[in-house]
């Protein structure tokens, strides 16, 4: 049987990622450093997935793995030696510590298994990560160990196209639209072609601007138009007439923009970006798809990024100016950048705070959009 190894055991690791590999029969192995995770997977002995698929509901309970906390006495070493993917279903800022963590891992593997390869792929939605996270793991290693790294594993991105939500991380109850395939950056060191839902491809940099700005930037306007109205969950938003009409407009300024700047044709884009109905309906929180604001409101990201793609190719980015002013209006309690973003807006003012975390000039005209926006809903 072959082997995973998932460092993030949280919404996707577990119920993405845990449940696909699980269902093609590979040993599951999780590795996370919140030791709530570990506990809750233990105490229960197997975790609950609801896979809504086009034609129907699964309920898959996913038994006989290994979990592991990144502990001091290296616990998850002897799984770690025998495993053949890795996959990192975790936020751009945890990489860092992630990989500090493993390189005692790594050093091993290379004295046990010198002739392994070893595949690893990256779950965010965050573009040109893949080198700074690969530095992050070679960096530490020994001479020896890192030319061995060099020619036998490889980091791979990914296009994350399934939206998976449970009340925590350490949730063992999740829910997880299965509707699309995860695009993963070719070539690979190891076999996985026996897993649903994992289909490689080339040109991963720019299907991954364009889905994370035609899928995300949509997405995040649910959030951020639905925070501000009261509401905790996507459907709610997305049933409120007011908000749907602000999303169709950040479609179609998207779209419009992303067919001007790309060599993709309208079935290609539609391929990329579509999301099937599926069956029943995922209660995805506003929580997790507006969570940290200041990255999602950051030059090249899924709003800023779109609109400045608009300015480029003459395009009205008028809905997605009204998405970002909502997105500085983000003051979900539990949400720490949300609060430091707000903390800084009473700070600085929304006129600094807008081009200090867009990246735009302060008389860019989308800033100024922005700020438009921002004055007559906060009024
Ligand atoms: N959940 C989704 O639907 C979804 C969809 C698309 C993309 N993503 C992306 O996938 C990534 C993970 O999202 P999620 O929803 O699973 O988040 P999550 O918070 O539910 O899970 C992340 C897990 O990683 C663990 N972690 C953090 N640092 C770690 C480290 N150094 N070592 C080991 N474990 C560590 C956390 O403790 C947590 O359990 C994010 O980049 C997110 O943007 C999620
Ligand atoms: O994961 P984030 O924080 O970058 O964005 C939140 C959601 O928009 C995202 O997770 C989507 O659900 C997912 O990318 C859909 O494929």
């Known amino acids: 049987m072959k082997n995973v190894l998932i460092v993030g055991a ?20 999780f590795l996370d450093k919140d030791p709530r995770v570990t506990e809750e997977l233990r105490k229960h002995g197997c975790y609950y997935v609801k896979v809504h698929r086009v034609d129907e509901i699964q309920n898959r309970t996913v038994k006989n793995f290994k979990a592991y906390t990144c502990d001091e006495e290296y616990s998850c070493m002897e799984a770690f030696l025998e495993t053949d993917v890795i996959v990192l279903p975790l936020y751009p800022e945890d990489f860092e510590e992630a990989a500090g963590y493993l390189t005692k891992c ?59 939500d449970a009340k925590s991380n350490y949730d063992v109850h999740i829910d997880t639209v299965a509707v699309n395939s995860l695009l993963i950056q070719q070539p690979v060191n190891n076999d996985f072609s026996d897993v649903e839902w994992m289909e490689l491809t080339d040109k991963i940099e720019m299907l991954k601007d364009i889905k994370v700005t035609a899928v995300n930037g949509p997405h995040a306007t649910l959030a951020y138009m639905g925070y501000l109205k009261g509401y905790s969950t996507i459907p709610e938003s997305e049933a409120d007439p007011e908000i749907a009409e602000v999303v169709e407009g950040v479609v179609e300024e998207i779209t419009a923009a992303v067919m001007k700047e790309y060599p993709i044709t309208p079935e290609e884009l539609h391929n990329l970006v579509y999301f099937a109905p599926a069956k029943g309906v995922l209660p995805d929180s506003i929580y997790r798809v507006g969570y940290d604001p200041i990255r999602k409101l950051s030059k090249g990201d899924r709003l800023t990024g779109a609109a400045e793609l608009c300015l480029k190719h003459g395009v009205s980015f008028d809905s997605i100016a009204k998405a970002m002013a909502a997105g500085f209006q983000y003051a979900e309690p539990r949400d720490a950048n949300a609060q430091k973003l707000q903390q800084e807006i009473k700070n600085i003012g929304i006129e600094q705070a807008v081009s200090e975390y867009t990246g735009l000039d302060a008389d860019s005209p989308i800033a100024k959009r922005v700020i438009e926006y921002y004055h007559q809903s906060a009024r």
Request: with cysteine; net charge neutral; proline share 3%.
């Open 10 to 29: 949280g919404r996707l690791g577990k119920g993405f990622v845990g449940e696909t590999f699980d269902n093609a029969g590979w040993n599951l192995t």
């Open 106 to 164: 790594f050093e091993e593997f290379y004295r046990v298994h010198p002739d392994r390869r070893l595949t690893m792929i990256c779950i965010t939605n965050k573009n040109y990560l893949i080198p700074g996270i690969t530095e992050a793991f070679r960096k530490d290693l020994s001479e020896d160990a890192k030319e061995w790294f060099d020619q036998n594993v490889v980091i791979r991105d990914s296009i994350i196209r399934r939206s998976t």
